[in-house]
T-cell receptor, first 111, second 113 residues
Framework: QKEVEQDPGPLSVPEGAIVSLNCTYSNSAFQYFMWYRQYSRKGPELLMYTYSSGNKEDGRFTAQVDKSSKYISLFIRDSQPSDSATYLCAMGYYGNNRLAFGKGNQVVVIP | SAVISQKPSRDICQRGTSLTIQCQVDSQVTMMFWYRQQPGQSLTLIATANQGSEATYESGFVIDKFPISRPNLTFSTLTVSNMSPEDSSIYLC??????????FGPGTRLLVL
């Protein structure tokens, strides 16, 4: 079983729709849960991180973590064409700087 | 967040040769990391480069293949040695104080023929 599973299937949505992305994981030691955005031919950009279980909101972005189910989600409200990118989930824990990444979801927001 | 640059941004190399990738940060950082992003695969940590000590390699990566230098707190290099087509990938450096705040450079796109 992979440490982090993220269905890499592309996702196309109309402008203004809610984008829903998720990852599952197997390592119960993970404490920090990150979402990165990667535009084509660019490096990953940290969007937000959550510590342990719960929700975190930053503008149009909401991250959710359910440690009991080993499941994390990212929601993008009122999606814009500029949100078109690949979104990567990543996880880690204190004292170990190695990030475990999902494969990424390519999101296309259609005007 | 730190501003990170990498050189070269891309390269095409012949098998059997070596390529050195540079990573420059605009501020002093304790920890720098080197990742590989292969097509269709997850970003994978190659090694952690700490100034003043030898790099720490992850399972599956060895110093002979990926030697790393860290001469100061703003600079690091990764060499991909004796390259084969399987080394074709994007190589990224990142910096961070902790696992939750790692910031990535733009990447070096390598194609080995």
């Amino acid at each position: 079983q992979k440490e982090v599973e993220q269905d890499p299937g592309p996702l196309s949505v109309p402008e203004g729709a809610i984008v829903s992305l998720n990852c599952t994981y197997s390592n119960s030691a993970f404490q920090y849960f990150m979402w990165y955005r990667q535009y084509s031919r660019k490096g990953p950009e940290l969007l937000m991180y959550t510590y342990s279980s719960g929700n975190k909101e930053d503008g149009r972005f909401t991250a959710q973590v359910d440690k009991s189910s080993k499941y994390i989600s990212l929601f993008i409200r009122d999606s814009q064409p500029s949100d078109s990118a690949t979104y990567l989930c990543a996880m880690g824990y204190y004292g170990n700087n190695r990030l475990a990444f999902g494969k990424g979801n390519q999101v296309v927001v259609i005007p | 967040s730190a501003v990170i640059s990498q050189k070269p941004s891309r390269d095409i190399c012949q098998r059997g040769t070596s390529l050195t990738i540079q990573c420059q940060v605009d501020s002093q950082v304790t920890m720098m990391f080197w990742y590989r992003q292969q097509p269709g695969q997850s970003l994978t940590l190659i090694a952690t480069a700490n100034q003043g000590s030898e790099a720490t390699y992850e399972s599956g990566f060895v110093i002979d293949k990926f030697p790393i230098s860290r001469p100061n707190l703003t600079f690091s290099t990764l060499t991909v040695s004796n390259m084969s087509p399987e080394d074709s990938s994007i190589y990224l450096c990142s910096v961070g104080q902790g696992v939750e705040t790692q910031y990535f450079g733009p990447g070096t796109r390598l194609l080995v023929l």
